[in-house]
C-alpha cells in the first residue's frame, strides 16, 4: 500500500484533484470578499450579480469544471478499461465539476431565503441553477458510494477501506445534521460550509482511488494478498 500512496504522489489527475478541491472550496474567501454574505447566505449568493468580488466565486467553479474534465481525459483509458463500475464513479465526478460549473454560469438573480425569488416556474435561470447544483452533489455521492462498495466488496487495503467509509460517513453526518438544522431553526452557515468541504474532499478521493486501481493494473479493488505480490 505505502508504494502504492508514493506512485499516487506522482500522477498529475491526483495533483489536478487536489487543485479542483481548492478552487471548489472557495468559502474561506467570502469571509474576507464578502462577509455580508458569506457569514449568513447561502454559498450561491456570492456569485449572483453585483455582488463584490462575484467574478473569483464564479470562476472556482467554472475551473472546478475545467480542471476535473481535463482530469478525466487523463484517466479515460484506464477508467473504460476497468469496469462498468468504475467508469460510473468517473461519470459521476466529471458530471458533479460540469454541473457545478454550470450552476456558477448560471447564478441565482434572488434570494430563496428572503423569499425574494418569487414563483420558480417563471424564471428558467433559477430552474437551470437549482437543478445543476442538486444533480452535481447527487453525482458526487454516488461516484464516492460505487468506489465505496467496490472496496468493501473487494476487500481493498484498510486504509482504502476507511478512507472511503470515512467520507461516506461525512455524507451521512451532512444529510443529519442538515435534518437537525432544519427541525431547530438553525441559522448560519457552518453546515454549509461543511458540505463544501466535504465534496472537496470527495473529488480528491475518488479520483485517487481510481489512480490507485490503474496503478495495481487490476479491474477493481486488488485483494490484500494481490497487492503483496503487484509489490514484489
Known amino acids: 500500500m505505502k508504494i502504492y ?9 491526483f495533483w489536478l484533484a487536489i487543485l479542483a478541491a481548492i478552487l471548489y472550496c472557495s468559502w ?11 457569514r449568513h447566505a447561502l454559498a450561491s449568493q456570492l456569485e449572483t450579480s453585483g455582488q463584490p468580488f462575484n467574478w473569483v466565486f464564479i470562476g472556482g467553479d467554472v475551473l472546478t469544471g475545467v480542471v476535473l ?3 478525466i481525459l487523463l484517466q479515460m483509458r484506464a477508467v473504460w478499461q ?10 459521476g465526478y466529471l458530471l458533479f465539476g460540469l454541473l457545478a460549473a454550470t450552476a456558477a454560469i448560471v447564478p ?10 418569487g414563483v420558480l416556474w417563471r424564471d428558467p435561470y433559477i430552474i437551470v441553477h437549482g437543478a445543476a447544483s442538486i444533480v452535481s452533489v447527487i453525482a458526487l455521492l454516488v461516484s464516492v458510494a460505487v468506489l465505496g462498495i467496490m472496496a468493501y466488496r473487494r476487500r481493498a487495503s484498510r486504509a482504502a477501506r476507511y478512507t472511503l467509509g470515512a467520507v461516506l460517513a461525512g455524507w451521512l453526518l451532512f444529510g443529519i445534521g442538515s435534518v437537525v ?3 431547530l ?25 481510481l489512480e490507485y486501481m490503474h496503478l495495481t493494473k487490476k479491474a477493481g479493488w486488488p485483494m490484500p494478498s494481490q497487492e503483496r505480490q503487484l509489490q514484489t
Open 69 to 71: 474534465a481535463i482530469a
Open 5 to 13: 500512496l508514493q506512485k499516487l504522489y506522482r500522477r498529475p489527475a
Open 181 to 183: 438544522e432544519f427541525l
Open 82 to 91: 476497468a469496469g462498468r463500475a468504475v467508469r460510473w464513479s468517473a461519470i
Open 185 to 209: 431553526h438553525v441559522t448560519g452557515n457552518a453546515m454549509q460550509d461543511y458540505f463544501i468541504t466535504l465534496c472537496s474532499i470527495s473529488v480528491v478521493v475518488v479520483i485517487g482511488a
Open 108 to 117: 441565482l438573480n434572488c434570494d430563496p431565503q428572503a423569499g425574494t425569488c
Open 28 to 38: 474561506p474567501l467570502a469571509y474576507v470578499l464578502n462577509p455580508a454574505v458569506g
